[in-house]
């Protein structure tokens, strides 16, 4: 089995895509199965590979539990490079704290005894991809799963930007993790559906170019040089010729963004694309099955419910070479 974290009030979600058959949960986790090989989820954001568990009354208890964990199952091991370190928890109040100081007081005790391999621990969740090192996930104050293998689909809180128009700045900030690259500067970007232009300013202060194209008016950040307002239909514009990045965050029926995705791949018009399909009411794995129709156009695809989204799913996309995978 395999603890998964997600957001909290997306359980449900995670559970239907894991297949319906997972045993139990709580706020923002879901015990079941793993991904089916060469598959990645949408919304586990965290994912503990046959993870053991711990109960522990007090955080002294827990923390020396948790080392006496990794020193034993590590007994074989070298090693060389910086391995994660990653304690975290439910959606409780006042959890996150407990969670933090078990994670302190367990790297304490792994420092006495392994100096030299504590000093390689790397606090925080790895990037993307699979990792081994000590993974832990408290579900409430005295219980916590623990493994020594992880998958991390991407997802992480990102910095706010007071320059930024909007809060959708910090979506396109996060799904950069997810493909695995940026726009850079002198790269070209079209963003449909742009206004007020948070994912127009994300991309403008890296030194991109970018045309906006909404009808509606771009506000505060992107009114910055590097942004080409356009006042047109965004489903109708067409690039002059292809661009290096393709942007949409429409609040817009997630069928015809998705349809108008699968129409900018098909013409060769865009190398990467991040999109956002709103799925509101509607079921959001019945869009994942029609989004992975896109797959055979991108050398890379991958579709998640980010930390910063709501109700909405994330597509990023390379068309032309292989992102990193973590």
């Known amino acids: 089995m395999t603890l998964h974290s997600c957001q909290a009030g997306y359980e449900a979600f995670l559970a239907k895509e894991l297949g319906g058959s997972a045993r139990k949960g ?3 986790w879901v015990l079941g199965p793993d991904a089916p090989p060469g598959r990645e989820l949408c ?5 503990l590979r046959e993870p053991r568990e711990i109960e522990g009354a007090s955080v002294n208890a827990l923390s020396g539990s948790l080392a006496d964990f990794f020193t034993t199952s590590t007994q074989d091991e070298r090693f060389d490079a910086p391995w994660p370190f990653c304690v975290e928890s439910a959606g409780e109040s006042g959890l996150a704290r407990r969670a933090k100081i078990v994670a302190e007081e367990c790297l304490q005790k792994i420092r006495g005894r392994m100096s030299r391999v504590a ?6 969740r790895p990037v993307l991809g699979t990792r081994r090192g000590l993974f832990a996930y408290m579900t409430s104050f005295d219980r916590v799963f623990v493994s020594r293998e992880a998958w991390a689909g991407g997802q992480r809180r990102m910095a706010d930007d007071p320059q930024a128009p909007s809060r959708s700045y910090l979506k396109v900030e996060e799904a950069y993790g997810i493909l695995g690259r940026e726009p850079e500067a002198g790269e070209s970007v079209v963003d449909l559906g742009a206004a007020p232009g948070g994912w127009s300013y994300s991309a403008a202060r890296r030194g991109a170019l970018v045309a906006a194209i909404d009808n509606g008016p771009l506000k505060g950040g992107a009114l910055h040089p590097g942004i080409a307002h356009r006042a047109e239909d965004a489903f ?20 015809r963004v998705a349809d108008l995705l699968g129409r900018w791949l098909e013409n060769g018009w865009c190398r990467r694309f991040v999109v956002n399909l709103k799925f509101g009411r509607r079921d959001p794995l019945a869009l994942l099955e029609r989004a992975e ?6 050398a890379v695809f991958r579709a998640r419910h980010l930390f910063h989204d709501r109700e909405e799913l994330t597509l990023v996309g390379d068309v032309e070479q292989k992102a990193h995978s973590g």
Do not use: N, Q, T, Y
């Open 119 to 124: 000093r390689l621990a790397a606090p925080g």
């Open 26 to 28: 709580g706020a923002g």
């Open 236 to 255: 109708k514009f067409v690039p002059e010729k292809p661009v290096d990045w393709l942007f949409c965050d429409m609040v817009e029926d997630p069928d």
């Open 293 to 298: 129709r896109l797959r055979p156009r991108c």
């Open 43 to 47: 919304f586990s954001h965290l994912a």
